[in-house]
Antibody, heavy 117, light 109 residues
Framework: QVHLVQSGAEMRKPGSSVKVSCKAS????????VSWVRQAPGQGLEWMGR????????NYAPKYRGRVTVTADTSTTTVSMELNSLGSEDTAVYYC??????????WGQGTLVTVSS | QSVLTQPPSVSGAPGQRVTISCTGS?????????AHWYQQFPGSAPRLIMF???SRPSGVPDRFSGSKSATSASLAITGLQPEDEADYYC?????????FGGGTKLTVL
């Protein structure tokens, strides 16, 4: 079972960018995809995109294409998600999760990103 | 507006059975993609409780069961217990990637 630990809470101003990291341990990092899922306050879960660390290929949800970039460093077993052009609507908890056969079996603890002027 | 549709809330008394529906379309569940379910407590990350329509990860009680039919899926919880009170989300895939339901708040009366 992969254990995921995310970076700490961030506060950003509108128009800026944020980068959240997710370090994997305890499993075969390269076997799985790593997705980013966000949850706005009081709202549901929303998939943003994923990376296959072994090959570096990425897929993004249409809503975030062009604004989000997911990268992986296999040497440190760390996946990062950068979101640009932040607005107040991007205030949310961001989760990383490992994917296998279409489901997410391990989740990070979540990172709160607050966007406010 | 979520791609998969769930009832906002369900409730039941301890010991009762409740079901949570997840309605999709021919683009996701109906296209042959499996449905999966997550349980989330306030302030915590989601936890996988059902995958592949009806399989339970280790540690999930057999009071939880799942099924899929045509373009929808269901999660059933029998012998309801106070600790089952949480938010539940269904998840599947479509051509754009993973899709989630809007979530269902289960209240144990």
């Amino acid at each position: 079972q992969v254990h995921l630990v995310q970076s700490g809470a961030e506060m950003r101003k509108p128009g800026s960018s944020v980068k959240v990291s997710c370090k994997a341990s305890g499993g075969s990092f390269k076997m799985y995809s790593v997705s980013w899922v966000r949850q706005a306050p009081g709202q549901g879960l929303e998939w943003m995109g994923r990376i296959m660390p072994m090959v570096g290929s990425t897929n993004y949800a249409p809503k975030y294409r062009g604004r989000v970039t997911v990268t992986a460093d296999t040497s440190t077993t760390t996946v990062s998600m950068e979101l640009n052009s932040l607005g107040s609507e991007d205030t949310a908890v961001y989760y990383c999760a490992t994917g296998y056969k279409g489901f997410f079996h391990s989740w990070g603890q979540g990172t709160l990103v607050t966007v406010s002027s | 507006q979520s791609v998969l549709t769930q009832p906002p809330s369900v409730s039941g008394a301890p010991g009762q059975r409740v079901t949570i529906s997840c309605t999709g379309s021919s683009s996701n569940i109906g296209a042959g993609y499996d449905a999966h379910w997550y349980q989330q407590f306030p302030g915590s990350a989601p936890r996988l409780i059902m995958f592949g329509n009806g399989s339970r990860p280790s540690g999930v009680p057999d009071r939880f069961s799942g099924s899929k039919s045509a373009t929808s899926a269901s999660l059933a919880i029998t012998g309801l217990q106070p600790e089952d009170e949480a938010d539940y989300y269904c998840q599947s895939y479509d051509m754009s990637g993973a899709v989630f339901g809007g979530g269902t708040k289960l209240t144990v009366l």
